[in-house]
């Protein structure tokens, strides 16, 4: 018996439909950051990955090409960005180091699209947005950052799909019933959509349907070929791309115009996560981005976001997840302890995890879920603060069991699916249960108790969660769900301002250079992780930096 879920339904299920599953581009250059220390460095110096290397000789350069503008990395910012440029007449080349386009990522958000109006879908204003998103991410946030991307967002999104419609890929945005009604209500306004066509779902079905454009666009790329260092010219400017292919031959691709760094982030840099994001170094990846754009940027001058960086943090990174990971269940630690708050935001659940030596958590609840799963998600949970019906997973969940599941809810019969799959445990006693999840047992009954000593007394003196989210856990049998975060991608990099032009550490331009996409920082994010504020935002600002860049390219440089 194995229980079958849409992607759909998954993604709705896990908390993060139409959200952002991970970084905007994978990185267009490949290899580890250099590791021999530099000499005199002491303990607390910067890692050696902010040491400019030598210069890679012209006599070692075996091919050199002439372009206008290059890009390097084929995510979703940099092949938006080469069709943006190549449309207005430019000669672009994508310096990509893997054989193909490739980016991870669901859906992308937007404000005032022509989709939306159409759609008649309300959006929250500005000030309330901004409000939201400060309250959540802090004094850090860039204001002008977000400011533009509220007043472009839509065009940009419109903009890449009238194209990608060519090829059969739209943007299907979620439609939530009431989304007025949740706690932070302006969370769930109807700005997500999902990327979906005949070739399937998510950012990569975008890039899927926008790649032949670019190709009828006379845009160029190179795969297979590590970007490696940036080379400037007398006057300072940006003039060239200097790439590495598989062989060991070295590419220099010449950009009269500009270079846009859309490489991506750096969650499989170790010395870069210990320097910009040493809050999540628990926390594994599932990206293979090394973050090479962003150090060819820093060896070239430019300004990085200071540390902490924000980062995505999710669980479910699988289909075969369980449903309900924002739901606030009971949370506890492989001690068996409870981590604290479970009614928290989404994108800072994770944090909680980092209590228990394991860097994990475990969901646990009883036999009663149907009883009071409807009145944990008064006012919302999960990313959108509005989780979806149970039924929307419930019904694409198919069970080979001689039980009658007749009078089976949809909830029920999606938990005794995960049960069967491995992905849950059940078991009819908490000393049975704390066995099969691997969780300290007395700890998980002395845990029970207190929480169940907490819902008796009316409210939860320990962390404060609301009354409204917590049910006594007492009627075998009883659940559990391991939930494992991960850093899908990191969200701090180089500095840019309004036109994407990458900042030097002084704050002035640098001539000819630009990023966008999650190469690009300048505190669009506040927050050690991504707050959630404004859901499905990390796609969304790939899109739109990208197609803002090729545009202020074609017109000003």
């Known amino acids: 018996m194995k229980a079958t879920l849409t992607r759909r339904s998954f993604l709705a299920g896990a908390g993060v439909a139409g959200a952002t599953l991970a970084s905007a581009a994978l990185a267009g250059c490949a290899g580890g950051a250099p590791k021999a220390a530099e000499e005199g460095q002491g303990a607390d110096a910067a890692p050696a990955s902010d040491a400019a290397p030598a210069p890679i000789a012209d006599a070692d350069i075996d091919e050199t090409r002439d372009a206008e503008v ?109 989304w007025e009604e949740a706690d932070d209500w302006v969370k769930t306004t109807q700005i997500s959509s999902m990327f979906s066509g005949e070739g399937g779902v998510g950012a990569s079905a975008l890039i899927e349907a926008l790649y032949p454009l670019t190709l009828d666009a006379g845009v160029q790329y190179v795969f297979d070929t590590t970007a490696q260092q940036l080379v400037r010219g007398d006057d300072g400017r940006v003039i060239a791309v200097i790439g590495q292919k598989k062989d060991g031959g070295y590419v220099r691709i010449n950009a009269s115009k500009a270079v846009v760094i859309c490489s991506g982030g750096y969650e499989n840099n170790p010395e870069m996560r210990q320097k910009y994001l040493p809050h999540a170094m628990r926390f594994d990846n599932i990206s293979d981005n090394d973050g090479e754009g962003i150090q060819m940027g820093l060896w070239a001058g430019a300004a990085i976001d200071p540390a902490p960086h924000a ?151 320990d962390y404060g969660k609301k009354f409204s989210r917590m049910h006594a856990v007492r009627t075998p049998p009883f659940y559990a769900i391991r939930r494992q975060a991960y850093v899908l991608g990191t969200l701090g990099g180089l500095v840019i301002n309004e036109n994407m032009q990458v900042m030097d550490t002084e704050g002035e331009v640098i001539p000819g250079l630009f990023a966008a996409g999650n190469a690009s920082g300048g505190r669009f994010f506040g927050t050690p992780a991504q707050g959630m504020a404004v859901p499905a935002s990390t796609i969304s600002r790939a899109l739109t930096w990208g197609y803002l860049a090729g545009k202020y390219i074609a017109e000003n440089e």
């Open 311 to 461: 980062s995505n943090i999710h669980y479910n990174v699988s289909e075969t997840d369980a449903y309900g990971s924002a739901i606030p269940w009971l949370r506890v630690g492989v001690e068996g302890t409870r981590l604290g708050n479970e009614d928290i935001a989404y994108g800072f659940l994770p944090f909680l995890d980092l209590k228990s030596k394991e860097a994990c958590c475990f969901q646990v609840f009883d036999s009663d879920f149907d009883a009071y799963y409807e009145k944990m998600l008064v006012n919302g949970c999960g990313i959108f603060r509005s989780f979806p019906p149970a039924e929307a997973v419930g019904a694409a969940t198919q069970l080979e069991t001689s039980e009658d599941t007749s009078a089976w809810s949809p909830l029920k019969k999606i938990y005794e699916s995960c049960v069967e799959q491995g992905t849950a445990v059940k078991a009819d006693t908490l000393e049975e249960l704390a066995q099969k999840a691997g969780i300290d047992a007395a700890g998980l009954q002395a845990t029970v108790k207190r929480y169940n000593e907490l819902y008796d007394s009316g409210a939860d003196s």
């Open 70 to 178: 290059c890009i390097v990395g084929a995510g979703v910012s940099g092949v938006v960005a080469a069709l943006a440029c190549a449309e207005e007449g430019l000669q672009v080349a994508v310096m990509q180091k893997k054989s193909a386009i490739s980016t991870q990522g669901t859906g992308a958000s937007c404000i005032g699209s022509r989709r939306q109006k159409e759609l008649g879908l309300e959006t929250g204003s500005f000030e309330d947005l901004m409000r939201l998103k400060a309250a959540e991410e802090g004094g850090l946030v860039n204001y002008d950052l977000f400011k533009l991307w509220y007043d472009r967002s839509g065009e940009a999104l419109d903009w890449v799909c009238d194209r990608a419609s060519e090829n059969g890929v739209d943007a299907v945005f979620d439609q939530i019933a009431n």
